[in-house]
């Protein structure tokens, strides 16, 4: 199949819009020919991920594009940066590669992104609706995108989001299909013990087993409590992008694509159908953990907030701290967005007089934030548990918001075995 | 053996094979090209100079500001053999050669086949996407 281009494309890639417009429909026209693709789409939003630090080399292409003329035409968030611009100092990057991050954060700013610096934009605002074709990167972002709202975009890679934002366009391929938004394989959670689908530490070991059994193929999970907290939705979706390539999962009679299993099967039988056991979450939950527990059972750190945590994480953690004072490092990741919300209200007062280190625009996975070059870390996210040993070189336990809470006031592991048996 | 070509170039290098899907983001340092998940049997080994099979790339959108890094500094494999297509990682070569810095050829062979080579072996990759063992 060949790609065919749009007279407008074709005005743009001959320079009518100018020189960094011409670069952008360039990259999406040949992404567009590695997927197949026999179009381009117009989309509504963009998501950009790109504005992260990962090497000199970002930074150039993005400043390119900013002195070529670069701007974005839709409505675009920012994905985090490698800097916490809120709360300066609290990264432990050298001066020139802190240099060349806000250089990159800057330039992104300047193509006309909104700075929300959020892996969670779909919780500051930013909420494309049911059908409509956008271009998202940073996984999380995307299958929260695709899955809770119904929207519709590819697991776009760094750079493809601001090339798409600039140009307006993206590939007709992937996710933006309807055929290929059907489930395929069904995960039929209704034998599980009701108590356990009622943690919220439930959701992020079933993502992390969801993404290693089914890699990039549409999952629709039936037997789930309905409704479902959005932010249960949100781990187990971040969590599933980080062990697999899940870009799109259903929940029956909970995401807005799945009224029913009828209809999220396109009315064909699931070409596979798995019943969850607990054995099978137990071993997930298992590989979410590297570290041993001490024999004193010591631990260095706690973290939370991989998706930053959203409004009601923050009064969860709040309401857990009941006014007590942590013994070791406390990070909790959020957005710009909610740090405003909570400024005046008591929850901030109460966060910083418990000793919780706040951390905005960024989190302790994409930049070096902990105090030492190893250690052991708890953490109730399955994205931080999934990548902390690989990018922090720290070992990670994997528990409950309340294990991660008791485990910082007392700085010994707390963790309530009994919720997995 | 002839995998697909997705972004045709000339290669040659010793295999590196991983059994297990792989970020970039995550899983390859972009400042030393050291694979970095613990959790792998290859954790430590640098992947610059390697034909890399991967079976599946999973995880991070920004696997391709990876993989950018990687080119831009001279750190890249000689060129990456996937099970599955992921655009991810042929945008960060695309994007590269927008920039004026070097690509690498971008290969499609099932991982089965893929289990036919071995960490060591040294291949030459051509256009048309033949592989052959030298």
């Not at chain 1, 890639?13 to 999406?28: Q, S, T």
Request: proline share 6%; hydrophobic share 45%; with cysteine.
């Amino acid at each position: 199949m060949s790609l065919e281009l749009s007279p407008d494309d074709l005005a743009m890639l001959a320079g009518r819009d100018g020189p960094a417009a011409a670069m952008a429909l360039r990259i999406v026209a040949d992404t567009a020919r590695m997927l197949g693709a026999d179009r381009l789409i117009d989309i509504a939003s963009s998501h950009i991920d790109g504005c992260l630090y990962h090497g000199d080399s970002g930074t150039l292409f993005a400043e390119r594009l900013r002195s070529d003329g670069g701007r974005v035409r839709v409505p675009t968030t920012l994905n985090v940066g490698a800097l916490d611009l809120v709360h300066p100092g609290r990264e432990r990057l050298g001066p020139e590669q802190a240099g060349m991050a806000r250089r990159l954060m800057a330039a992104y700013a300047g193509l006309g992104c909104r700075e929300s610096w959020t892996c969670a934009p779909y919780q500051a605002g930013h909420r494309p609706a049911l059908g409509q074709d956008v271009a998202w990167g940073e996984s999380n972002a995307v299958v929260f995108c695709n899955s809770v709202l119904g929207a519709r975009t590819n697991r776009y890679g760094d750079f493809l989001d601001i090339c798409a934002a600039i140009t307006g366009r993206a590939p007709r391929a992937g996710l933006h299909l309807p055929e290929n938004r059907q489930a395929t394989v069904l995960i039929d959670a209704s034998g599980l013990n009701p108590a356990l689908v009622a943690e919220d530490a439930f959701y992020p070991v079933l993502g992390a087993w969801l993404g290693a059994t089914v890699g990039d193929a549409v999952a629709a999970i039936d037997g789930l409590p309905r409704p479902l907290a959005e932010d249960r939705l949100k781990a187990l979706g971040a969590a599933a992008a980080s062990t697999g390539a899940v870009g799109l999962f259903h929940v029956v009679g909970v995401t807005p694509e799945a009224p029913d299993r009828a209809t999220v099967f396109g009315g064909v039988a699931p070409r596979e159908t798995i019943r969850l056991e607990a054995p099978m979450l137990e071993a997930a939950r298992r590989r979410l953990s590297t570290g041993l527990v001490p024999a004193d059972g010591r631990i260095d750190a706690v973290a939370i907030g991989s998706p930053h945590l959203s409004e009601a994480e923050v009064d969860a953690l709040v309401t857990g701290l009941a006014g007590r004072r942590i013994a070791i490092p406390f990070y909790a990741c959020t957005g710009r967005h909610v740090l405003d919300r909570i400024a005046g209200d008591g929850r901030r007062a109460a966060l910083d007089a418990a000793g919780v280190t706040l951390i905005a625009d960024t989190c302790i996975v994409v930049t070096p934030i902990l105090s030492a070059a190893s250690g052991l870390l708890m953490t109730n996210s399955g994205k931080f548990a999934h990548y902390t040993p690989s990018t922090t070189g720290w070992d990670v336990l994997y528990g409950s918001l309340t294990d991660c809470i008791e485990s910082a006031v007392t700085g010994r592991v707390a963790r309530d075995e009994a919720i997995w048996r | 053996m002839k995998a697909e070509s997705i972004l045709p170039g000339q290669a040659e290098g010793a295999v590196i094979r991983l059994d297990g899907p792989l970020s970039f983001w995550g899983g390859v340092d972009p400042f030393t090209g050291a694979l970095t998940d613990p959790r792998s049997p290859h954790h430590g080994v640098k992947i610059g100079g390697a034909v890399l099979m991967v079976p599946e790339t999973r995880g991070s959108s920004s696997s391709s500001a990876v993989m950018l890094e990687l080119l831009s500094a001279g750190l890249a494999p000689a060129a990456i053999v996937m099970g599955r297509l992921d655009a991810i990682l042929g945008l960060g070569i695309l994007v590269a050669r927008e920039m004026g810095w070097p690509t690498i050829p971008l290969l499609v062979l099932p991982a089965a086949v893929q289990a036919g080579f071995s960490d060591g072996e040294r291949v030459a990759i051509a256009a048309d996407g033949t592989i052959e063992r030298i």
